[in-house]
């Protein structure tokens, strides 16, 4: 599932902080207090996090 994900061309960093900041917003507290929790443990929580975002970009593409 995961080789379906497309290659999107990187952002500078300020768009990058702009989408974050956009995406956040979105989010209620309890979300926020929860991804600020997993992004403070180690690296390998980073990379569930980011399996995790990957299939459900994968399960918006295919719907």
Do not use: W
């Amino acid at each position: 599932m995961m080789k379906k994900f497309p290659n999107f061309k990187p952002h500078s960093d300020t768009e990058t902080e702009e989408l974050i900041s956009l995406l956040f917003r979105k989010l209620d507290i309890d979300e926020l207090i929860f991804l600020l929790r997993v992004l403070q443990r180690d690296i390998r929580a980073k990379y569930t996090l980011t399996k995790i975002i990957k299939k459900n970009i994968n399960l918006k593409l295919d719907s």
